[in-house]
């Protein structure tokens, strides 16, 4: 009822808009006079009245007076009654003539008495704003409007919105308006064709809320009942076992009062315990009652003698739920709708399966650059040199803290980045030069005890970020551009960082080619790892090839950590999050050969998400059966994937 | 000349004999004597330590004898804890369960009682039935039995797929730390049946013993700790004192040269990888009662790295090395972090040990890889050689 009149309300006033100014002659503060309780304190139904007469006078400042109304700037007059319109407090306080809207001189607070109305009156009064929005000169105006039938989508919107649409001038809003009055069809035309015809129109559309408007024309109740109602629009009948368990079918009959309720061991322990005489209760003495059979002929006594409900024998339930049939019943009550619908519904959802394959594709190719950007410094270090760096993902926290650190001196975060991954190379590139000449350099011939070495670096370099930084998480907040995401429809997206990281990932990837297969120093590094002695008899330094090597492998990793901080915490513990992953995505890929790495982290990242995808709940799992599988996985293939082979697969 | 085992292995009879006089003079200095010198967390940490001793050794056999760098020692550790403290748990809730439920005017029926100790264990994790492994949770013996069997039957599965493929060095240190990174992720799951990242706490109650002081408890965990490394230190130093210790040691220093002299390499390998296992599961089921609570974060990789490092500091290749390694690092961290450590002042900066600890173990590594690669157990070369 009351939709009703805000409606025709809004009908009204969107009419006023192009109605000439003063084509009456009575005045807004007649009427109100005319309804002075009900202006001062509306209630849900005499609110009506008011709004009623509003509509038919068709004055324009009627609109300013409802937003003030609703906003409870209302005011009357104790001395003559009037209604006005007050802003501000003590000495800033205004009064406004409710038709000029020109201000009072000294007006004075204490002989007003304000315009209370309720909350619900006040969404009333804002309901019929936002539809009369719908028509306002300004978009965002429109457009708050549209969102806001989106929002409550009512029967009673439709006419309106379907009416606004013609004198739409901006095409986009357009399309969302038709769009919406599509869904709005859908659900609340008047004809049952026009509802086929645009639950049709429809077809094709992955949004959310589309689906959601299908599924509420396809809602459907369980019921019960001995046979299968004729002129009932039915959505499915129920196979007992497999659609619906046998106890749950007669939990239905129970609650449909079709059945004798179900006593279960509680209620007996309850009965028996309320029963009892002396020591005994329905002849079985308290002591013997620890077993449920006993119980069950204690209870069964009792209700022989009349005093509690009979048990309802498992034979009785099976013959219940046996003589009834259980079904789902739409709530529309016409087939022809419900069958438009779930086929609509039915193509829409093949779509949308379609396009989550393809999102869930670019997760994995985002989380498998992630694994690549972690492992990439290691397929050097590790890889080519064949050094345990456990310290491998303290360089990237240090590359990471590095952009923070930056973040604090330079304010313009595009900037900061573009300083930062530069600096977290000069950084980290000297910290692994250091390690190498100080450490690394006396271990070559004790491949395992340089494990335990960079172990020792990795926890003490940990502790000390720990000490510096504290132990909360810092932030690296990235530039405002990179903020959002790239959105191809309603259910493919992908972030603007993670395709940031994505071509940081190729760039690192053809970059280290491009060293190692084409500068003099990718050519020495290759002779030193082959046969330092051989390279050494050439005329090359393997002590300054080996240094340079890690300091680049280092430096990498470094570089990679700004990215990695861009999308997860920078933490002290970050690094050890991802060097166990790290290790294995060069081990499966295969040692010594950068394209292995590559193969390794998408094998990884694919591998993580499609696991995932089969158990959406619980991505610790999937993580455990992905590090099942490398394992396995590296029995078959010891060397990786890409296994070197000849003379340099020869350890 | 066949000379027996003892005068082949003198340094046997001083740890063990070491090992006697330090427990009877714990013993006899703890509250349990009324001496009270030693409090009863002391006594727990020194029986924790000796457990730690213990995998320690079996650590030594697999790396420093036969050379495979396991880097998931500690998940064997963690799976022995977990299957005692699974009785342990189920023991004690029931105890409790069944003094309440006796105050009900009527007795309880056995699906009343079980429902009820599900509730009590599994509320946590938003369940109340028992998952499939709890199965044998109610028999002490069974549990022990889970004790030795489950970390041998992961430990021959893992070794036989590992060893059979030939993966060695490097590649099979990362793939025994995946195992226990794995088993870390699944026990960190709600639903993996013991409680999810809770873990089982509690632990340190012994049911049936509610009215033995912790005091008593503690030194009988104590004994028993101390006898277990005592008898694996025994099975050990047997184990690489033989024909079968040189063809082991073959194996860690050129394993092609052994398999081409006829040896089956894989079945050695096996053999040491799964007693170590076995060995590392009973350690955990001493020393997580004295723990009082086990969680899936006790068998995360980093563990079993530093379980590498206490033998690589006592120095590898000799068992009283990694006792001594394991006890000094473990005993110092905890005097270290517990706030034991005086605090340094710089004048512009105050070292608190608490936070510096860490660094100071970790540039420690790095000097005595470099510097002193037999560890804290190769000064006693230097004593010996300066005798004779």
Redesign the interface.
Known sequence: MFRFISLALALALAQLLTAPVGATAQSLQNILQTHQDEVLKPGRRTVSVVLDDLVASGLPQALPFLEAWRDREIVQRTSDGLFFRATGEGASFILRDLDTDVALDGAEQLDMKEARPNGGVRRAIGDALVQFRLSDPDIAKRQSAVEAIARSMEASQLALLVGSIETEADPAMKKVKIRLAGMLGALFADTIAARITAIEGLTGDLSVDVRGALNTVLTSTPQVSMALPEDANIAAVLAIGEDISAVEAYDRLVSADLAPTLIL?NDI?TA??AN?QGDA?GGVP??A????AA?QVAYDTLAADGIVLARVTPDAQAQAVAAHIFYLQYSETNPAITDVARKVLTAIETKVAVNQSIDLGLDALSLASIYFLAAIGLAITFGVM?V?N?AHGEFIMMGAYTGFVVQQFVVDYTLSILIALPLAFAITFGAGVAMERL?IR??YH????T???T??????????A??IFGTQARPLTSPDWLDGALVFNDVVAISYIRIVIFVLALIFLFLILYVLKRTRLGLEVRAVTQNPGMAASMGINPDRINMLTFGLGSGIAGTAGVAIGLYAKVTSEMG?DYI?QS??TV?VGGVGNVWGTLAGASLIGFLQKGIEWLNPS?T??A??YM??F???F???R?KGIVALKGRMAA? | MHRSFFAQNPSVLWVIATLAVFTVAVTLLSEVTGVDVISTSFVKTLGKTLCLCLIAIAMDVVWGYCGI?SLGHFAFFGIGGYAIGMWLMYARTEVIVIESLAK?????????ISDAIGNQIFGVVGSSNFPWIWAFADSLILQLLMVILVPSLLALV?GW??F????T???L???T???T??LA??L??N?SGLRGNNGLSGLQNVPGYGNVSQATISILFFVASAIALGAGYLLFAWIVSGKMGSVVKGIRDNEARVRFLGYHVESYKLFIFTVTAIVAGIAGALYYPQAGIINPGEVA??AS?YL??WV?IGGRGRLYGAVIGAAFVSLLSSWFTGGGAPNINLGFYVIQWT?????L??????AI??FF?KGIGGLFDLLVRKQS
Do not use: C
């Open positions: 061991n322990h028996l315990v009892i209760v308290v002591a009652l620890d077993t449920d119980r064949g345990i456990m450490v006396h271990l004790r491949p395992l005890e494990l335990l070495a172990f020792g670096i990795s926890i003490a370099l940990q502790q000390l720990k000490n050890a166990v290790f294995m081990v619980n610790l799992a993580q455990t590090i099942l490398i394992i396995l590296i029995q078959f010891p350890d | 760098l009900q005017p009527i007795p309880a029926t056995p699906s009343e893992f797929l590992a059979r493929s030939r993966v060095g490097v590649y240190s990362i793939l730390q995946a195992m990174l794995a992720l699944y960190f799951q639903d990789p980093i790295i590498a490092v690589a936070d510096w600890w860490l660094v173990l970790g540039l420690s590594f790095v890889t470099l690669p």
